[in-house]
């Protein structure tokens, strides 16, 4: 199976995506093209050993920017890394993408050249965010859609689901709506509509979950659905709040000696905390719905991002996650 990666873009640039990709291959046996400056990419290449036969480069001129207008920028700028990288998924030489930069482009791209798997409303980003049992719980969406109606939020607990199922390994599922409370009547006119139509459906509906469950500790719960601009405000707020908790227990251990004395006895379980809350580890975020695999990576994803991603769009192409969504949407008539 190929995957095409947009090494061109994202803040490192193609050094730490071409050697997450070469990673990729030696590890998982995939083939990947690399999608940017071949000159580049090319004495990059230089420096790994890898088999030829697994990676190839296609030649692109352009670089949408991170703070180029989305739709302008896919339409004007068609030799991008970001487009090529779509059209080769589009064309069916690779089973999927990744592509760390700018994510309104990347869907925009998606949109236009893969558009949308039959009977889908809307799709949604979905991101995994780490619990305290190191099984990560599926948000989406997580900004695709900032405006929402019921019957999207339905589709994205199915599309969810499946998600879950075959990618994390859950056979069963629980589904969750992010609402100000659990009692059923609880929330907005969008979440109170939303929970009365997957209530009638033969899901693991938990109901209404809060905030404080997202990270397991509170209610068990593997998927949770909310409209993107929630979805969102979460993502960034989880990722800023890791980050900061590591920046104040560093500054604290650097000021004093005993903590620094705990801190080498404890540097395992930190390494192993740190790395259970790494965005890197989950390869970056899903987005489904859309005619083929799209992995759309954080900014600032390196190495260990682009080979988790790759290996993601694999087994997500391998699971047929996307027929079994559409499948599931006309069976329970949320079309």
Known sequence: MWVAVDVMSGDYGPVELIKGSVYAVNEYGCSVVLVGDEEQISEILLGYEYNSDKIRVLHSTEIIGMDDAPATAVRSMQDSSIVKAVKLVRDRECVGLFSPGNTGATMAAALMFLGRVPGVYRPPIAAPIPQENGTPLLLLDAGANVDCKPEYLAQFAIMGEHYVREIFGIPKPKIGILSNGEEEKKGNSLTTKTYSILKKLPINLVGNIEGRDLYGGGRDVDVVVCDG?????????????????????????????????????????????KKRLDYAEYGGATLLGVDGVCIIGHGASNSIAAQNAIRVAVESARSEVNVRISESLIKYKIV
């Open 229 to 273: 601009f929630v979805g969102n405000v979460v993502i960034k707020s989880t990722e800023g709040l890791a980050k900061s908790i590591f920046n104040i227990l560093q500054t604290q251990i650097e000021h004093s000696t005993i903590a620094k004395t705990g801190a080498l006895m404890l540097k395992s379980s930190l390494q192993t905390i």
